[in-house]
């Protein structure tokens, strides 16, 4: 069995990290095509909310909830998107898409058909995550 890609994601791409919380790790997607897109992740292995003792599954959506309140208020989104699948990926971790009405895909899920990835050069992946910490501190 291979490794769990979130497991090592924080070590793996140090260059999109944007904080470590008391419960998750925070990281920009590398594909910008929703410019906002940001993982939250659990910093330990589990799959399923229901595995979490209600006080860590607590502090976990408050986590969350802080993240999506910052990405709101510095992207200003039509709507925020929580997604927390974990079909392909068995760890808990949601996608936090600033969804707007002039994207392409609007309103259907960010995964209803296939798009060409937006790469931000080094600086600009800086400069967004240096936002994104601002608004969350």
């Known amino acids: 069995m291979s490794p769990c890609p979130m ?3 924080w070590h793996d791409e140090p260059a999109l990290r944007i904080a470590e919380l008391e419960h998750t790790l925070v990281m920009l997607n590398r594909d910008q095509f929703f410019p906002g897109y940001t993982f939250v992740f659990t910093k330990e292995h589990v799959t399923e909310l229901f595995h979490l003792d209600r006080a860590i599954r607590q502090g976990i959506m408050e986590e969350v909830t802080a993240v999506a309140s910052a990405l709101y208020t510095l992207f200003k989104p039509a709507k925020m998107n929580y997604e927390l699948l974990g079909n392909m990926v068995p760890h808990m971790h949601w ?8 994207d392409p895909l ?3 899920p960010i995964w209803s058909e ?3 990835e937006v790469i931000l050069s080094d600086g600009e992946y800086v400069g967004r ?7 969350l501190a």
């Open 106 to 108: 609007w309103p259907r």
């Open 114 to 116: 296939p798009h060409g």
């Open 95 to 102: 996608h936090l898409v600033p969804r707007f009405a002039s």
């Open 7 to 9: 497991c090592t994601k």
């Open 129 to 135: 995550i240096e936002l994104i910490r601002k608004q």
